[in-house]
Nanobody, 127 residues
Framework: QVQLVESGGGLVQPGGSLRLSCAAS????????MGWFRQAPGKEREFVAAISWSGVNTDYADSVKGRLTVSRENAKNTVFLQMNSLKPEDTAVYYCAARSAYLNGIYYIRASEYDYWGQGTQVTVSS
């Protein structure tokens, strides 16, 4: 079992920045691929970013490329999502997710592929 707790959400003006954190406890975090997803009101949950074990591989949704950066510190059992140049359309509840991976370099971009989820943190981008 892995427990995930997100933090760092809040209200920010367009063009501003936030840094989300996802703290993991339980099994060996360093063997888990991690992902970030978001869900806006009335919309489906959508992929944002993913990162492999050691961080050697990452992937991003086209809508966030160049603005959001995923990273991890395995020694601290934490994955981060640095969010820059935020837009109103980034407003959503952001979730982190985890899945054990048998090889380094593997990551997942579909929500159905993840086994563990956090409770989410609200990000609101508004003036």
């Amino acid at each position: 079992q892995v427990q995930l707790v997100e933090s760092g959400g809040g209200l920010v003006q367009p063009g501003g920045s936030l840094r989300l954190s996802c703290a993991a406890s339980g099994q060996t975090f360093s063997r888990y691929a991690m992902g970030w997803f978001r869900q806006a009101p009335g919309k489906e949950r959508e992929f944002v970013a993913a990162i492999s074990w050691s961080g050697v591989n990452t992937d991003y949704a086209d809508s966030v490329k160049g603005r959001l950066t995923v990273s991890r510190e395995n020694a601290k059992n934490t994955v981060f999502l640095q969010m820059n140049s935020l837009k109103p359309e980034d407003t959503a509840v952001y979730y982190c997710a985890a899945r054990s991976a048998y090889l380094n370099g593997i990551y997942y971009i579909r929500a159905s592929e993840y086994d563990y989820w956090g409770q989410g943190t609200q990000v609101t981008v508004s003036s």
